[in-house]
């Protein structure tokens, strides 16, 4: 998946949880600086990144990845 579609996921469902980046950085374990070039599309998230992020916000890894 295209990181900046990627980004854009991760940021869509951030917000429809009502998490800043700041939260989601903490309760995934991800430095907010990390967190931020994602979301951004400038960095790759590895895979346990983005299972961790799936698993704060509740989704699986699979409707993460989702492309819509």
Known sequence: MENKQLAQ???AFRKLKGLTQQELAER???SL???GAIE???RRAEEQMLAQIADVLEITLQELK???
Request: glycine residues 14%.
């Open 9 to 11: 996921r991760i940021r």
């Open 28 to 30: 995934s374990g991800i």
């Open 33 to 35: 600086a990390v967190l």
């Open 40 to 42: 951004r599309g400038n």
């Open 66 to 68: 989702e492309r819509s």
